[in-house]
């Protein structure tokens, strides 16, 4: 048994040349090998592509033979080929270089491309946003090994052309999101109905790769220590943050702190695309980081900072295990010290911080310095660090009861979950991999339009136009 696919395209004018596409063969009554496989379909496609895009461009290329002006022939120069790396496979096609007529007055360019000029970009539009929606989940080796096993794209996506290819688009994302801060963009309209009921920020920390620059001065070093280059950051510090609507819906954002020329403007960018009056105030759990200063400081917007009581009950329940080891301690007041931990904890909860903080100031002052008994050393510290980290975060304690019992957060676990989910899946726990700053920014901004459902297949752009000045300031950049 033959099965023999042919394709014929009919330009409206009478019927074209039938082209064999592909011919599978199979035995007589052999079910072993039912259907197409995969490697057919793929080479049955790849076919069809390529003499698809073939047809349309020889329409092109003939509409472009003659001067639009003159009408006469333009002779041709040369002819080099073009490749166009779609999602059905790589087309490499005819492109003929045409002299520019004599009728011209500006004849400073002697030749030009009209496929060049009708094909700006070599990609396909679908290609690059599945190569780029696919490396935001995946390492980009994993995302190009599974698109070649799906796809008839066996030599078009190489492993630093996907990598490329998101910086790419991250880098437009990026220009994107600072051309609006610059104020050259308009945002959305505010919506009234769009209600923030709490945005929780977070920071994450990547191995830092050294750049080529940065190894180059590493090794001349070794050779003249007097030229010891400066100590760089060896880690890359990565801010994430989630928005909650009174809707349950959420949003993240993301980017490196030493990438981008504001931290607060970033912030107020995340909020003015989400449709977020300027008025509005905005409720924020952090965990008392010192990133998180950073994130917000310089904010034009109405900020709420609350401290996370995740953290807090954290610190209580170090202090709570210290205690347990000693059951008849008492307090200067003479109360068992297990209640009045568990009484400071407690007045935390109903927004009383200031008294919960004397509270423990007393326990801790009681034991002086340095506890005299060695075995009291554990809750000594754990006594100290609680209650100055209440004590400096004095003024974002709230009365989490009360808020709990309405529905709203109190935990920064919204801010942990935004880390986990933009960075951690993707960035490190099994992955672990080195990134530079520029690397984890853009691959971020990528994340994050993916994650925000914001990312979308950009449309095939315009033809371009011959113009002598153009070919001139391309040559002028390509020297350069």
């Known amino acids: ?19 064999r596409l592909a011919e599978f063969e199979r035995l007589d009554g052999d079910l072993k090998q039912l259907g197409l496989n995969l490697a057919e379909g793929r080479s049955l496609v790849h076919e069809a592509q390529r003499a698809l895009v073939c047809a349309q461009t020889r329409v092109v290329v003939s509409a472009s033979l003659n001067c639009p002006q003159c009408g006469r022939a333009l002779s041709i120069k040369a002819t080099h080929a073009i490749r166009y790396r779609t999602v059905f496979g790589k087309v490499t096609i005819d492109s003929p270089q045409l002299r520019v007529c004599k009728c011209v007055q500006d004849r400073s360019a002697k030749s030009f491309s009209p496929l060049a000029l009708a094909i700006p970009l070599r990609v396909s539009p679908e290609l690059e946003y599945l190569q780029v929606k696919w490396a935001a989940h995946l390492p980009y080796a994993v995302a190009t090994t599974l698109l070649k096993e799906v796809l008839p794209v066996d030599q078009t996506i190489p492993t630093s052309g996907l990598r ?18 610059r104020g050259e963009r308009e945002y959305p309209p505010a919506d009234s109905h769009v209600k923030i009921v709490a945005l929780a920020v977070d920071s994450a920390w990547l191995r830092h790769r050294p750049s080529r620059k940065e190894q180059d001065e590493a090794k001349f070093s070794q050779y003249y220590p007097s030229k010891r280059p400066l100590p760089t950051g060896r880690h890359v510090n990565i801010i994430a943050g989630r928005a909650v609507r009174d809707d349950g819906s959420c949003k993240v954002y993301g980017y490196v702190n030493r990438e981008v020329t504001s931290a607060a403007t970033r912030l107020d960018h995340f909020l003015s695309m989400q449709g977020v009056a300027n008025d509005q105030n ?28 995740f953290h807090i009950a954290m610190k209580f329940r170090a202090i709570e295990q210290s205690a347990q ?31 919960a903080v004397e509270r423990l100031k007393s326990i801790y002052d009681m034991f002086g310095l340095l506890p005299k ?20 975060n004095g003024q974002y304690l709230v009365n989490y009861g009360w808020r709990y019992r309405r529905g709203m957060p109190i935990s920064s676990s919204i801010a942990e979950s935004a880390v986990n ?52 300031d391309n040559r002028r950049q390509r020297v350069a």
């Open 1 to 19: 048994m033959r099965m023999i696919i042919e394709a014929r395209i009919d330009d409206g004018v009478g019927g074209g040349e039938a082209i």
């Open 164 to 181: 490329n290819r998101v910086w790419a688009v991250g880098q437009e994302l990026d220009d994107h999101a600072e051309s609006a801060i």
């Open 282 to 309: 905005i409720t924020i759990v952090s965990d008392g980081a010192g990133e998180f200063e950073k994130a917000v400081d310089g904010s034009k917007r109405p900020l709420n900072r609350i401290l996370d009581w």
């Open 325 to 355: 080891k000693f059951p008849d301690l008492l307090a200067l007041n003479g109360r068992p010290v297990q209640d009045e931990i568990a009484s400071a904890k407690w007045l935390t909860w109903h927004g009383k911080g200031s008294k």
């Open 373 to 392: 008994d060695s075995a009291h050393m554990a809750l000594w510290w754990n006594l100290r660090g609680t209650y100055w980290f209440l004590e400096s």
């Open 421 to 472: 989910e933009v960075v951690s899946l993707r960035c490190a726990k099994k992955r672990q991999m080195r990134w530079t700053n520029k690397g984890a920014h853009l691959l971020v901004q990528v994340r994050v339009a993916v994650l925000n459902g914001d990312l979308k297949m950009r449309e095939m752009p315009e033809p371009l136009q011959f113009s002598a000045a153009r070919k001139r």
